[in-house]
Each structure stands twice: as structure tokens, then as C-alpha cells.
């Protein structure tokens, strides 16, 4: 075994654990706490996969600003009501099985996309640099960047549209 | 076996960098406490500490040495392991960034080795920097919710509210200098700002970008909660702010994190904008002083320039007023990013239709 | 391959060691400090010192309320700006050369970025004195 197989079975087990630990927390504070770290984990792997690029966004966007505003939305919450009411078993079971399904559904994927795609040697290609990453950005992938920007606006509109339904609503009162 | 190949004196000599760097935070940090309450009273006409040693210099560890032995309390409402988790993380948070800064050249020593003066040389230093700031939220958000105290809840969710609106602005204003620079190395950029003059144009990169750097350091201001823009802690609306309700070492925690917070973003404006560890003259020092004394002079150059600007932070403390919350994000929102998008779009077209004959 | 080539050698994930290294110390030094303050602190708890602080007024319910939804707009707003930043960052280190096609692509994102900022300047989603 060397360095780098080492290191990815530890960050994988603490993704794993992380992971696991977002799912069976009580609290939902925990779950968040908990997501972040697996985002940790996560940047770990892209380090070791070289995409340093990919690992300092992860960190940034995801554990920096998504895991933000999934605090704020559980601090918005009324986290007294701190016993979760008890869900009808059928309901518990719909949700095993329909998870169950879309687990199988992206196992199914991944071992697909395994047999196609060539496997990355880990630690060897400089394409996840962010200048590789930006010249291949702008030159090849100059529309799709476009209309990602496209996407922001309608995401944006989204967000103002429901954020400020609300305040109507509280006028009225 | 690659496991086998680890280069033990590799990594001793960065735990040794890095114990070292550790060590001169938390040493300026106790000391900018002092130098605080020195400059405030100085701008008061008052005499500030001066009863622990000379000049009152003692004080600092006075201070420390009385957070160490007070009694933690740990409300009953609070939840208790986030509320540990809290000053945990917003000094791990603020020990992290200085990873990246380079703190003098490479040391080239005679028997042939090369000595770094920087923790880690990545390429995307600027982007470590921002990731860890980015998390540094955490800290305040988690204690202030965890004390279940509503004055703490409302300044950290004022603290993140802040923090995250400026750092949207804080991000666009590199945008411009980095066109210049064209890395995120700290360290090139360090490099790139050698000596003083180029034989064109002075090489630090606040007579290139000024407008860039004004906008970074206000957005400083803010990411650091410091006057005048430190609602979080504002005395008059909510007593203390988010560490309220800690005590003893926790509180000392949060507090000294500040100000190794501040001693750090000092550094990295200094880094950035003014030059780093560079100096007029600085070709013929190297020439006429061996490598090490060199070193040892551009790390005291970098630390003037340091605490010149924690100096700066006091005085505009004690000199401008509190802004008001809808001001605070009335400037970061439609004065700073528009503002720095700007400064983007006017860098990029002077670069490539002015310059680039 | 030695260690401390690939060490020296940029753009290897190796350069991200001494970080993790700076982690390590960072957590144990302040682990440490909390440790060794809990043990030498004095602990006597009395019903009345382990109440909030509330400027001494008796505490009417708990802090675990809802707030304004403004600041949850400004955390999403915050969310989709942020990831239009970072597009910012691969452009810039390689502004130079990818010229002036580079630069008009850029010009046309910033136009997109400024359709959205204005809408919601114009819907007053970030006013915060009503």
C-alpha cells in the first residue's frame, strides 16, 4: 500500500462516516455539521485527484455558502418542536423503498460509467488546474458557460418571486 | 513503497515553521489587545494600561493568564456541544489562512538546501484563502445559536449576514489584479512586486490596482467585524454580541481570534497589495548581506508593514462612527459590487486595448 | 519516486501536506487550550449563574425562534452570485491569453450578472427599512 492509497481509504471512511452520521442525527444542526465535514472529505478525494480547482469551490460554495443557507433555514425553523411527530409505517416503508430503488438506480450508473470511461490515475494529469481548467473553459465550453448564466437569472427570479410572496403575506395580516 | 520515502526532515522542518507561525499569532495578537487599549487611550488623552510592567506590557499576559483559571459556565438552555464547537472552530478557522502567506523569501543556504518561509506553496493560494474565510462563518453562527441566548442569536445571524455579503465583494475585487498577475500564488505574487521600482511604474500592486485594494480593505473591515462595521458586538443594542454567554477561556478564544484574524487579513493585504516582504533596495541588501540575514530582514520588513496596518485598524476604530445595519448592506451590495465589477471590466479592456500594442 | 521531489515538484497534491499538517497543529493547540482551561477553571454551578444573560430581566421564552426571511434571501442571493464569482477565477488567470474573445465572452456574463443584479435591486429585495 503506499501514501495516496492510504490516504483515500481514510477520507473515504470519513465521508462515509460523515455521511452516515447526516442521516441518523437527531438534530438537525448535527445533520449540517455533519454534511460539512463529508464536504471535507470530498475536497479531500479532489486533491488527491489533483483537481485542486474543484476541491478549493467544493470548499467554498458548498461547505461555504450552501451549508450556510441550509443554517439559516434551520435556524428560521421552530426547532422547539424538538421531537419529530411519529410517521405512519407505510410511509416509512414508501420511503425505503423508493430510496432503495434510487440507490440502485445510481449503482447501476456508476458501475456502467465505470466500464466506459477511462479510470483516472490518481495524482498524474494537470487537467483539474485551475489554468487547464480555464483555458479548456473558455475556449471549448464558451456556450455552455453562457448559458449557465442564463440559469442564474431564472434561479435568481425563483428565490426574489418566493422571497418576497412572503412579505405580501405578511402585510395582510 | 512511497510510505517508506517520507521525508522526515521535510516535515519537521514545516511543523517547525509552523509551531513558529502559530506561536507569533497568538504572541501579536495578545500584544495588538495591548496595543488597542494603548491607542484608545492615547486618542482619549488617557494613560491606558500601565500597571503590569513597563508601559503597562505585561498586561497581555495578565489578561490571558486570568481567562485561563476563571470557571467556564456552560448555560442550562444552551446546547451544549455546539456551544464548545463554536470558539473551536473560529480559531481553527483563523490559525488556517496563514498557511498560504509566504512569509520571506526562499533562504538558499550553503550547504545547498533551499528553506521555505511559506507553510504551503499551492496555486491557488487567493482561493484558500477565501475557502477558509468562507468557513470561518461557522464559528460565530454556531456559537451565538447555541447559546440560546436571543441577543447572541441575532448578532451572529447579523455577523453571517455580513460576513457573506461581503465577501461577494471582497472575491470581485481580486478579479482585476489577478488579470495582472495572472496566479493565485500568494508566492508569485509576492515575487512579482520585487524591489520598488520596475524602470516603468512602481511594482506594488496598490499603484496598479488602487480601487481594487480600497475595496478589499473595506470588505476587511467588515469580515472582521471591525469598526465601523462591527454590528455583531454593537454594545448599545446587543450588550455583547454572539460570545455573550461564554466565559473564560471560550470568550478568550473568540477574542484573541479576532485579533489573530485581523494580524492575519493585515498580512494578506500586504501580501497582495503592498508589496509583501519587498522593499526599495532591496537587490543591494541581498548583495552585500549573506542569505540569512537577507531572509531576516524581509521578514522584518513584512512585519512592519503588518503592524502598520493593525495600527490602522485602531485608528479608524476609534475615528469613524458605526454604521447602521441597512447602511452596512446597502454599501456591500450596491456600492462595493458594482463598484468592483467596475474596476474588473475597466482592468481588462485598459490591459487589452490600451497596453497590449 | 522520493517524496521530497514530488514535494518540491508544483501542482502535485502533495503541496497540500503541510496544510493538513497546519490542521493537525492548529486543532491540537486549541484543543489543548480547552482542554487544560476546563481542568484548572473552578467549578461551582448554582441554579442562578447557569441562566442566560438578559440584562438581568427574567427571559420570556427561549432564543429558538424564527427570523426575518431577509436574511435567508440574502443567503441565497449570496449562493448564486458566489458561484458567479468563482466563474471569475479560471478567466482571470488566463486573461491573457485567451485575448479578446476571451474577454467578450466575459463581457456577456457580466451582462447577464448585472440583468440579474438590477432585477433584484429594482424588486427591493435587498431593502431593509420597511
Redesign the interface.
Known amino acids: 500500500m503506499d501514501i495516496q492509497q492510504i490516504l483515500f481509504i481514510v477520507l473515504s471512511a470519513i465521508a462515509i462516516g460523515c455521511a452516515l452520521g447526516v442521516v441518523f442525527s437527531r438534530n438537525p444542526i448535527n445533520s449540517v455539521l455533519f454534511l460539512i465535514l463529508t464536504f471535507f472529505a470530498i475536497s479531500g478525494h479532489y486533491i488527491l485527484l489533483n483537481a485542486q480547482f474543484l476541491a478549493v469551490v467544493n470548499i467554498i460554495v458548498y461547505a461555504g455558502a450552501i451549508m450556510v443557507l441550509f443554517l439559516f433555514v434551520i435556524m428560521l425553523m421552530n426547532l422547539n418542536s424538538d421531537t419529530e411527530p411519529q410517521k405512519n409505517w407505510l410511509v416509512q416503508l414508501a420511503g425505503a423503498i423508493s430510496g432503495g430503488i434510487l440507490f440502485l438506480v445510481l449503482l447501476s450508473a456508476l458501475v456502467s460509467a465505470t466500464k466506459t470511461l477511462p479510470v483516472m490515475e490518481q495524482g498524474s494529469n494537470d487537467l483539474g488546474l485551475i489554468k487547464n481548467l480555464g483555458k479548456t473553459l473558455f475556449r471549448d465550453y464558451v456556450l455552455p458557460f453562457e448559458i449557465s448564466s442564463v440559469l442564474f437569472l431564472s434561479a435568481m427570479i425563483g428565490a426574489i418571486v418566493i422571497g418576497k410572496k412572503e412579505d405580501k403575506f405578511e402585510d395582510v395580516h | ?3 517508506l ?3 522526515w526532515s ?2 519537521l522542518e ?2 517547525v515553521l ?2 513558529v507561525i ?1 506561536l507569533v499569532s497568538f504572541g501579536v495578537a495578545a500584544y495588538a489587545t495591548w496595543g488597542e487599549r494603548k491607542v484608545a487611550a492615547i486618542m482619549q488623552d488617557r494613560l491606558g494600561p500601565n500597571r503590569a510592567g513597563f508601559m503597562g506590557l505585561l498586561q497581555p499576559l495578565a489578561d490571558g493568564g486570568k ?13 451544549r ?2 456551544f ?2 463554536g ?2 472552530l473560529f ?2 478557522t483563523a ?2 489562512t ?3 502567506i509566504p512569509w520571506g523569501p526562499d533562504i538558499h543556504t550553503a550547504a545547498g538546501n533551499v528553506i521555505s518561509l511559506q ?6 493560494g487567493i ?2 484563502v ?2 477558509v ?3 470561518g ?2 464559528g460565530i ?2 456559537g451565538g ?1 447555541a ?8 448578532s451572529s ?1 447579523r455577523s ?2 455580513q460576513s ?2 461581503y ?2 465583494a471582497m ?2 475585487s481580486l ?2 489584479l ?2 495582472m498577475s ?3 500564488s500568494m508566492r508569485e505574487i509576492a515575487q512579482q512586486q520585487h524591489g520598488f521600482w520596475d524602470g516603468h511604474w512602481l511594482t506594488w500592486n496598490v499603484f496598479k490596482q488602487p480601487l481594487g485594494f480600497f475595496i478589499f480593505m473595506v470588505c476587511a473591515f467588515a469580515e472582521l467585524n471591525r469598526a465601523p462595521f462591527d454590528l455583531p458586538e454593537c454594545e448599545s443594542e446587543l ?1 455583547m454580541g454572539y460570545h ?2 461564554y466565559s ?3 470568550l ?2 473568540y477574542l484573541f481570534a479576532e485579533y489573530i484574524n485581523m494580524f492575519i487579513s493585515s498580512a494578506v493585504m500586504v501580501t497582495l497589495f503592498w508589496g509583501s516582504y519587498n522593499f526599495p533596495g532591496m537587490d543591494w541588501v541581498a548583495a552585500h548581506t549573506n542569505a540569512i540575514v537577507f531572509a531576516l530582514i524581509c521578514v522584518i520588513v513584512l512585519m512592519a508593514k503588518i503592524t502598520a496596518f493593525i495600527l490602522f485598524f485602531m485608528f479608524i476604530r476609534w475615528t469613524l462612527p458605526r454604521f447602521r ?2 447602511q452596512l ?2 454599501l456591500g ?2 456600492g462595493l ?2 463598484l468592483a ?1 467596475f474596476n ?2 475597466i482592468t ?2 485598459a ?2 486595448w490600451l497596453f ?1 500594442k | 519516486m522520493n517524496f521530497l521531489l514530488l514535494a518540491a515538484e508544483q501542482n502535485t497534491p502533495f503541496n497540500y501536506l503541510p496544510i493538513a499538517l497546519q490542521l493537525l497543529i492548529a486543532v491540537g493547540f486549541v484543543g489543548i487550550m480547552m482542554g487544560a482551561t476546563h481542568l484548572l477553571g473552578p467549578k461551582r454551578r448554582t441554579k442562578d449563574k447557569l441562566i442566560n444573560f438578559e440584562s438581568g430581566i427574567p427571559s420570556v421564552g427561549n432564543a429558538r425562534q424564527p427570523m426575518s426571511v431577509k436574511y435567508f434571501l440574502v443567503a441565497i442571493l449570496f449562493v448564486l452570485f458566489d458561484v458567479e464569482v468563482i466563474f471569475f477565477y479560471p478567466y482571470a488567470v488566463n486573461f491573457r491569453e485567451l485575448g479578446q474573445e476571451g474577454f467578450l465572452a466575459v463581457l456577456m456574463f457580466v451582462g447577464f450578472f448585472l440583468c440579474g443584479f438590477i432585477y433584484i435591486l429594482k424588486k427591493g429585495a435587498l431593502k431593509w427599512e420597511d
Open positions: 513503497m512511497l510510505l520515502q517520507i521525508d521535510f516535515l514545516k511543523s509552523i509551531l502559530v481567562l485561563f483559571f476563571k470557571e467556564e459556565i456552560i448555560p442550562e438552555g444552551s446546547t456541544t455546539i464548545i464547537l470558539p473551536f480559531m481553527v490559525l488556517m496563514s498557511a498560504v507553510v504551503a506553496d499551492i496555486n491557488i482561493l484558500f477565501f475557502g474565510v468562507s468557513v462563518v461557522y453562527m454556531l445559536w447559546s440560546n441566548n436571543k441577543f447572541s442569536l441575532l445571524i453571517a449576514s457573506i455579503s465577501e461577494l472575491g470581485l478579479i482585476a489577478l488579470m495572472g496566479s493565485l450588550n455573550q454567554e473564560s477561556m471560550k478568550g478564544l445595519y441597512d448592506m446597502n451590495w450596491k459590487i458594482p465589477l474588473m471590466v481588462g479592456a490591459i487589452l497590449n
